[in-house]
C-alpha cells in the first residue's frame, strides 16, 4: 500500500481528525461496558482492491462486517472483530452464553454500528461533509479472490480497538472512494489554509 493521494500536510490533519474520531468511537464503546478501550494510532493508506483482499483475508477467526456511506463522502466502514473477542463482549454487554447464531450476528452488527457510526460521524463532523450511514450487514470476504469492487484505488483510514483483559480486538477500515477523495482533499485544504 502507498500514500500518494494525499500531501503530508493532507495527511497529518486527516490524522488527527481520525484521532479525535476514533475516540469518541471507543469512548461510546467504553461507555456501553464500563472498560477502557485502547486505541492505536489510525494508518492512512492509498490502496488496491487486491490490497483490500489482503486485508479480508485477515484469518478464520474474525468476525467480518461493513457498512456503505453516502452523501459528499461515499465508500465503506469495514469492521473485523475477533471471534475470541466477540465473546469477551457478549459476556460485557450482559448477552446470554453460549451465544445462538442469532445472537452471535446480533452483537457484531451491534459493534459495528458503535464503532463505524462514531467514526464516520466524528470525520464528516470535523470536515464539515455530510454523509449518511446505512444499516451494517455481515460480510463474507470472497473465496475466489476477485473483489466485488468498482474502483482502481480507494483510501484507507484504519484503527485497531482492544482491551487486553478481555482479548476483545477490532480494526475499523474506513474505505473512500476516488471521487470522494477530492472532497476529503478540498475539506482538508480549507481547514489548513
Not at 452464553?97 to 445472537?103: R, T, V
Request: proline share 3%; glycine share 4%.
Amino acid at each position: 500500500m502507498k500514500n500518494i493521494l494525499l500531501t503530508e500536510d493532507q495527511r497529518d490533519a486527516l490524522q488527527e481528525m481520525m484521532n479525535i474520531s476514533m475516540g469518541q468511537a471507543a469512548k461510546s464503546l467504553a461507555q456501553l461496558i464500563d472498560v477502557q478501550i485502547i486505541l492505536s494510532i489510525p494508518t492512512i493508506n492509498e490502496a488496491s482492491p487486491d490490497d483490500l483482499i489482503e486485508i479480508l483475508n485477515h484469518s478464520d477467526d474474525t468476525w467480518y462486517a461493513r457498512q456503505s456511506f453516502l452523501g459528499q463522502i461515499k465508500g465503506e466502514v469495514l469492521s473485523l472483530i475477533s471471534k475470541e473477542g466477540c465473546d469477551a463482549m457478549a459476556e460485557l454487554m450482559d448477552y446470554d452464553k453460549p451465544l445462538c447464531d442469532a445472537q452471535t450476528q446480533e452483537l457484531i452488527l451491534e459493534l459495528t454500528n458503535i464503532l463505524s457510526g462514531a467514526c464516520l460521524s466524528g470525520l464528516s463532523n470535523q470536515l464539515e461533509l455530510k454523509s449518511n450511514l446505512n444499516m451494517p450487514t455481515l460480510l463474507t470476504p470472497s473465496t475466489n479472490g476477485k473483489p466485488n469492487y468498482n474502483w482502481a484505488t480507494v483510501l484507507l483510514v484504519e484503527v485497531c480497538f482492544s482491551i487486553e483483559s478481555f482479548s476483545f480486538n477490532a480494526r475499523v477500515v474506513i474505505c473512500l472512494e476516488e471521487n470522494s477523495i477530492v472532497s476529503l482533499k478540498t475539506s482538508l485544504d480549507a481547514l489548513l489554509s
